[in-house]
């Protein structure tokens, strides 16, 4: 009975509700006859996929994004860490640093995407800085707070054997701090993605947000909506390689139930 | 009692705590206590009379208020190459192997890793860990991660094994276990013990001496030798000497109250 339930759970259930959820609205489109402007049926964004997927024009605008993503992800995420450090380890540069970080992580990075393309153009570096933006906060603030969440009987037992500051953070404070570390790049490199394509919204050339507006104004919805599948699969594609990295990596927290909550 | 051939020697030591809202709590008074080269020491007592302090203030992990604590008449400031401790949790962490765990310490005073690993090794085997050297705390049960809190404790071959609580968290059938095998470790290595316990047959059956300590503050009520046989079996307890010894100390604790002495 166990195996059979799981069983239903694990595949036929959501292969049903795929096929509700879009046979419904493949009908629904049919049914309603809605305009192809307003709603495309899935048949028609597939089509439009498979067109996407064999042009080279795709292939080009997706490689600027997704290096637009990583660069800027690498660039925000080790800005963030190191300065994470940098405040965790300082009391001193916590005080002089900390305001204005914070202070400018309440700006919204949209509001200040138009600067950013302003100093530094209408090419990826622009794209790359924006993300690199996002990226920044939640590492710095999860490094910090990673740094400070060693256990205190793990402290206490390491000082119990005579070991000096450095030693406690080497062996026991950098380790504790590998989880929210993760959870910060896991946070990061799914706003990474939003960063890229606000930054191409906001200015650009190339890439795949402006070949989205592209299509968006030539009302090629299905276009439209077939970039916007290929952008989620990136996001979700990214976001498995960091869970990836990280299992394996904190290898201690699989068995046990105690991983800190991420998106 | 040994008063200049003492070994460890807690002289008028007192503690006092500031709580956050200012106010201070007195939580030791004027502890006297000298304990003996290779002497097993049990402290005993029930909740909040300090026992805890006690011991932390030896493993130089916080400062005492007054006193003095001195280990073969060096005095005491700070933590001990001298000492190891074994926490009420085994405190492992849990990306280190169990020999790593072990290691800690050695690799803390930096001892050459040939020797410490041998050690570990030595004391794994001891301790019947034989076989699980590669494996990680979270593969081990309650009973034997304690056990290696104990390996840890003893890696780097201090004078003088801090325990508090060590089986607290453990079953009663392990916990007796965990006795006997503490005490052929005891009896193999010949270290000076001090141990909180709130079980007065655990402290009977280990001790060459048990302290009685009553809180409010924090005082020593009675210091009581233990003229038992070694090495102690478990069946020991069932003797009427060691009953004698367990409702004499069992007058300290009676019903609701604690006697000052
Ligand atoms: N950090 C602290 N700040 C203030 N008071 C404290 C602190 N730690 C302990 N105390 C107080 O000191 C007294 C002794 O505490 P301690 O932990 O040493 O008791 P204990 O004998 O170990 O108790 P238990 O058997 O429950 O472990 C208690 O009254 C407690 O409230
Ligand atoms: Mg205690």
Not at chain 1, 15 to 39: D, Q, S, Y
Not at chain 1, 111 to 124: D, Q, S, T
Not at chain 1, 157 to 178: E, G, I, P
Not at chain 2, 167 to 193: C, H, P, S, Y
Request: aromatic share 8%; with cysteine.
């Amino acid at each position: 009975m166990g195996r059979g339930s799981s069983l239903l759970a694990g595949a036929v259930l959501p292969a049903l509700m795929a096929a509700l959820v879009f046979g419904g609205w493949e009908a629904a489109v049919w049914f309603f006859a809605v305009p192809k402007i307003v709603l495309p049926p899935p048949s028609a964004i597939v089509l439009a996929l498979i067109e996407a997927l064999g042009s080279s024009e795709f292939h080009w605008n997706l490689l600027i994004t997704l290096w637009e993503i990583v660069a800027g992800f690498a660039l925000g995420a080790l800005g963030g860490l190191l300065l994470g450090f940098l405040v965790a380890l300082s009391p001193l540069a916590e005080r002089l640093v900390y305001p204005y970080i914070v202070a400018f992580q309440t700006l919204p990075k949209v509001a200040v995407a138009p600067i950013i393309v302003i100093w530094f153009g209408y090419g990826l570096s622009s794209k790359i800085i924006i993300t690199a933006t996002i990226a920044f906060f939640p590492l710095l603030a999860n490094t910090i707070m990673g740094l400070r969440a060693a256990p205190a009987d793990q402290i206490e037992m390491l000082v119990s054997c005579t070991a000096t500051r450095w030693q406690v953070f080497r062996m026991v404070r950098l380790m504790a701090a590998l989880p929210y570390i993760f959870v910060g790049l896991d946070v990061a490199i799914v706003l990474s993605v939003i960063g890229a394509i606000v930054g191409e919204f906001v200015g650009a050339k190339a890439g795949l947000g402006f070949m989205l507006m592209q299509k968006n104004f030539n009302f090629d919805m299905a276009g439209t909506f077939a970039i916007l599948v290929v952008l989620s699969l990136i996001g979700v594609a990214l976001h498995a390689i960091v869970q990836t990295v990280q299992r394996r990596v904190i290898f201690w927290m699989n068995i046990r139930g105690d991983r800190p909550v991420s998106l | 009692m040994p008063q200049d051939g003492a070994f460890l020697r807690i002289h008028q030591v007192a503690k006092t705590y500031t709580a956050r809202d200012g106010s201070s709590i007195q939580a030791l008074r004027a502890i006297d206590l000298d304990i003996g080269e290779g002497e097993f020491v049990t402290l005993l007592g029930p909740s909040g009379c300090g026992k805890s302090t006690l011991l932390k203030i030896l493993a130089g992990l916080l400062p005492r208020s007054a006193g003095e604590v001195t280990v073969q008449g060096r005095s005491l400031a700070g933590p001990s190459r001298a000492l190891g401790v074994v926490f009420q949790a085994p405190v492992l962490l849990p990306w280190l192997t169990i020999l790593e765990n072990v290691l800690v310490p050695a690799k803390v005073q930096r001892i050459d890793p040939p020797l410490a690993a041998a050690r570990a090794r030595e004391l794994l085997a001891m301790t019947e860990l034989t076989g699980f050297e590669n494996r990680y705390p979270f593969e081990l049960s309650g009973g034997m991660q304690q056990r290696v809190g104990i390996c840890r404790a003893l890696v780097h071959d201090p004078a003088i094994l801090l325990m508090d609580e060590p089986f607290g968290a453990l079953d009663a059938m392990t916990r007796e276990t965990m006795n006997e095998e503490l005490q052929r470790i005891w009896q193999e290595r010949r270290k000076t013990v001090l141990l909180v316990t709130h079980s007065i047959p655990e402290a009977i059956y280990l001790a060459d001496r048990v302290v009685v300590m009553a809180p409010r503050p924090g005082h020593i009520v009675e210091v009581l030798p233990v003229d038992l046989p070694r090495p102690r079996t478990l069946e020991m307890q069932n003797t009427p000497e060691f009953g004698r010894y367990v409702s004499h100390l069992r007058g300290h604790f009676r019903a609701g109250g604690m006697l000052t002495a």
